[in-house]
């Protein structure tokens, strides 16, 4: 593919970035919590989410499936480690974060659970929101994750199928 011909497909993927960050600015005065200044840092975390689950539509919802299933892992570390706290100290989290993410990898045994990079970066998402966003909690931090994952792998499904049309658009015109 020729420079000029391959200019297009860049400008594309600015176009749908831009679009995230208007969207994330229309959509986070009425997501939870009250007051946050937008989440789009999420969205552009499982688009690239979606080309690593192998672009497909079959991988995004793997992936779907797997950002939620890190958010229940999340929850289960900070409740674990809230509970042994007093009795564990300074291991308490370190030993729950240890277990749970041993038990994680045995999601991977099953195809529809098996995308676990995504388990994570969905479970990392989820520690950020619980620790940097005010007025989380486990019920609004699940759910708004979940939304702005949705529209991220929805933006990846997106650019692929826009990417593929006009890479056979330019392969047949490169032929004729």
Do not use: H
Request: glycine letters at 10%; proline letters at 5%; a positive charge.
């Amino acid at each position: 593919m020729k420079f000029k011909q391959f200019v297009p497909i860049p400008l594309m993927i600015g176009v749908l970035a831009f679009g995230i960050q208007v969207l994330d600015q229309l959509i986070s005065p009425v997501m939870p919590p009250a007051g946050n200044v937008g989440l789009s840092w999420i969205c552009f975390q499982s688009w690239a989410v979606y080309f690593f689950s192998g672009c497909t539509l079959k991988g995004g919802i793997k992936a779907f499936i797997s950002y939620g299933l890190g958010i229940v892992v999340s929850i289960l570390i900070m409740t674990m480690g809230g509970a042994t706290a007093s009795v564990l100290g300074f291991c308490a989290v370190p030993l729950a974060v240890g277990i749970m993410a041993c038990l994680a990898i045995f999601l991977e045994r099953n195809d529809w659970t098996s995308c676990i990079p995504a388990l994570f970066i969905g479970a990392g998402a989820f520690f950020a929101f619980m620790n940097y966003i005010p007025g989380a909690t486990f019920a609004i931090a699940s759910f708004t994750i979940m939304v702005y994952c949705l529209i991220g792998l929805v933006f990846g499904w997106v650019t692929i199928l826009l990417r593929s049309k006009y890479e056979e658009k330019v392969k047949k015109s490169n032929q004729s």
